[in-house]
């Protein structure tokens, strides 16, 4: 299984909603944002390289808590990528190591779309602002084009009561509110997902509630 995170735009905790649903699915994340990587990098090769057929697939798998595929952060890195070779890249480690979460890059980006094509289902975060809606409908759409699934999407960082009903009717397909916790905001950086620094908390419910919908 091979699933998206996607977002409508920007700064809507998508990276981190990607990390955290892969602890919850002991699944490899993969930074597929190209050109604005967000999860922990660290030394040796990463997606840059094996995109632009300098490693393995395989070789750029960084274990921890949860395994990590990371991505070059220079645009020289990004400018050398082969797009269209990211399929064969994510089916390999697909086959090494089972599911595989990709975080998309985000918005509606000339390479956004090419994670979606490549993935079996797709999971939207959406911000609970309601001008942030439309661009998340979009994306739904993009994914609905490329064959991408929706299984469901996440309203994050959630301070009040949520519109969780409009946005499942929106984006037709089962909506969960993910509160505003620190902790969730800290999980990428401290390499410390929610759902094992906090297994009983309110955003670690969500994150599980989000996963249990990913077919496996």
Request: charged share 25%.
């Amino acid at each position: 299984m091979i699933l998206a995170v996607a977002g409508g735009k920007g700064g809507v905790g998508k990276t981190t909603l990607a990390y955290n649903v892969a602890a919850a699915l002991d699944a490899v994340v993969v930074d597929a944002d190209l050109g604005m990587a967000d999860l922990p990098g660290g030394r040796g090769p990463n997606l840059h390289d094996v995109l632009a057929g300098r490693a393995d697939p395989t070789e750029v798998v960084r274990a921890g808590p949860v395994d990590i595929v990371p991505c070059g952060r220079t645009l020289a890195g990004a400018r050398a990528c082969d797009l269209s070779a990211l399929s064969d890249a994510t089916a390999a480690i697909e086959r090494d190591h089972g599911t595989v979460v990709l975080d998309c890059p985000a918005g509606r980006r000339a390479d956004a779309g090419v994670p979606l094509a490549v993935a079996d289902a797709c999971l939207l975060v959406v911000s609970p602002r309601a001008f942030a809606l439309a661009d998340a409908v979009r994306t739904r759409e993009l994914a609905r084009e490329l064959d991408a699934g929706l299984v469901g999407c996440a309203v994050n960082r959630v301070t009040e009561e949520p519109p969780t009903e409009a946005v499942a009717d929106a984006l037709e397909a089962p909506a969960a509110a993910v509160p505003a916790d620190p902790r969730v905001g800290r999980s990428v950086a401290a390499e410390r997902p929610v759902v094992d620094a906090a297994p009983d908390s309110d955003a670690a419910r969500a994150i599980k509630e989000l996963a249990g919908r990913v077919p496996r």
